[in-house]
């Protein structure tokens, strides 16, 4: 494995059983609207959008942690309610990874003045075994910008 793709969304903006599809174990599922509204009935928050502002305090932030992890990103997308990254592989897990990634983040935007919880648990993973694959994700984020 030469890299992976990362994806991660705010809080509330794409919940299970949604008319988009989610992921789940890696598998992507189509609509559930049973679950979808069981999973609004259980939200404990507001649905978390960010702004423009917030995106790139987020953004610097996943770069400062990048550098500290010696993780080369090769592209990023902060977006209003997700994150894409194509990353290296480093000597860390990718749950050790994401989990740094979204502290580092809201920490910086707690730090902004942003209050409450921002991310979803979880994240999606896609395996770069090779340089197409890797340059498919790195297209695939960049049309995220």
Do not use: P
């Amino acid at each position: 494995m030469i890299g992976y793709m990362i994806t991660w969304t705010t809080y509330g903006t794409w919940l299970q059983g949604d008319k988009r599809g989610y992921v789940k174990n890696g598998r992507i599922l189509g609509e559930n609207k049973d679950l979808r509204k069981s999973n609004i009935f259980n939200r404990r928050g507001s649905i978390v959008r960010l702004t423009v502002q917030q995106q790139e305090v987020a953004r610097k932030a996943i770069f400062g942690e990048a550098e500290n992890l010696g993780q080369k990103i090769y592209a990023v997308a902060v977006c209003a309610n997700h994150i894409h990254m194509v990353v290296d592989c480093v000597d860390e897990t990718i749950e050790t990874i994401v989990a740094r990634y979204k502290k580092t983040a809201r920490q910086a935007l707690n730090v902004n003045r942003f209050v409450g919880r921002v991310w979803t648990r979880g994240y999606d993973k896609r395996f770069c075994f090779d340089e197409k694959s890797l340059k498919d994700r790195i297209e695939y984020v960049r049309r995220h910008n």
